[in-house]
């Protein structure tokens, strides 16, 4: 496997000050060093990214070549020389255009999911207006019930108090 190299400056403070890393040259560059890739023709052309730690998982460790094409049949990301050998045949594509149309779908999915969240907070207030509804209504039937036995208990109270008047 390739050892990626580490053209690095080490700050005071012990931090490490890469910048860029050049996914054609497999190293990654602290601004010093990286000065070459804006100056020489050549290496004007290398594509450079932000610096990373883990550029050694975007290499191939068959061939020691960018993961740049995406093999949709097994799932995984390759280099260009394993979709001719073990991915012969196999649906691939670029890694850019499997990681556009990924995030594609994650936004469609995330729009539905936003849209049945919304639904779902609908029906929640929906359903706290009923509750609410419902309390006034039972608020309205206790005075209602409770109206209703104080005139009962009048009206026993007073039939029992003119059966005791005859009574005497």
């Known amino acids: 496997m390739l050892d990626l ?6 700050s005071a403070h012990g931090e490490n000050t890469n910048v860029k890393s050049c996914l054609m040259c497999l190293a990654s560059y602290c601004d010093t ?14 594509k450079l990214v932000k610096a990373s730690t883990q550029l050694q998982e975007k290499i191939c ?19 260009c020389f394993c979709m001719m050998d073990e991915h012969k045949g196999h649906d691939t ?6 990681r556009t149309e990924t995030q594609k779908q994650f936004g469609e999915k995330h729009q539905e999911s936003q849209k049945k969240i919304q639904n779902r907070e609908k029906e929640i207030q929906k ?12 608020g309205v039937i206790y005075i209602y019930i409770t109206y209703t036995y104080i005139q ?14 005859r009574a005497k």
Not at 5 to 10: A, C, D, F, R
Not at 93 to 98: H, I, Y
Request: charged share 20%.
């Open 127 to 138: 359903l706290r207006r009923a509750v609410d509804s419902l309390k006034v209504s039972v």
């Open 93 to 98: 594509v670029s890694a850019a255009a499997e």
């Open 33 to 46: 060093h990286l000065q070459p890739h804006y100056e020489v023709a050549p290496l004007k052309k290398h």
């Open 5 to 10: 190299e580490m053209w690095s400056v080490i």
């Open 152 to 165: 009962y208990m009048h009206t026993y109270i007073s039939s029992l108090s003119g059966v005791l008047v």
């Open 61 to 79: 460790s068959h061939h020691d070549k960018l993961l740049e094409v995406h093999c949709r049949t097994d799932q995984q990301c390759i280099c």
